[in-house]
């Protein structure tokens, strides 16, 4: 099933990297639908303090390295259970946050989020020796 006017949350992200790619800026907007609901995703530049930033790994196979930090918001908008504790009333702009690198010369992926929810921070990280990146030049 496709809803008119929106796209796959794969593509918005992809979208969203050609636009930092582009503009070095995060500032887009999205309408998703993940095959049972929808949303409108909103990236945003974040205080200039935690935009550009040098993240250190925290893990062994993490990146370490200059990064881009953009602030991510959802607005439900069809299929969401309207009451639930995951869903805040208002959400900030930097409760998820998306860290991304270029990891080669114009290529852009992200290489840690971090979600503040009530039990706490969740952060997921790009395991970087299991990327493989071959030029085809």
């Known amino acids: 099933k496709v809803i008119q ?13 050609h636009t930092i790619k582009q ?7 999205h309408n998703i639908y993940d095959g049972l609901r929808t949303a409108e995703l909103t990236l945003h530049d974040l205080e200039d303090d935690l935009r550009h930033n040098f993240l250190t790994a925290d893990r062994p196979d993490a990146y370490d390295g200059a990064v881009i930090a ?4 959802s607005k439900p908008t069809g299929g969401h259970q309207l009451k639930s504790r995951w869903n805040k009333k208002k959400r900030n702009i930097d409760d998820t946050i998306i860290f991304i690198a270029e990891i080669e010369p114009d290529l852009f992926l992200p290489v840690r989020i971090e979600i ?7 952060t997921t ?10 030029n085809s030049g």
């Open 116 to 122: 503040k929810t009530f039990l706490g921070t969740i």
């Open 23 to 29: 503009t070095g800026s995060c500032n887009s907007s």
């Open 70 to 73: 953009c602030g991510l918001t």
């Open 125 to 134: 990280r790009l395991v970087m020796t299991s990327l493989s990146i071959k």
């Open 5 to 17: 006017g929106s796209i796959d949350p794969y593509t918005a992200m992809l979208r969203a990297l």
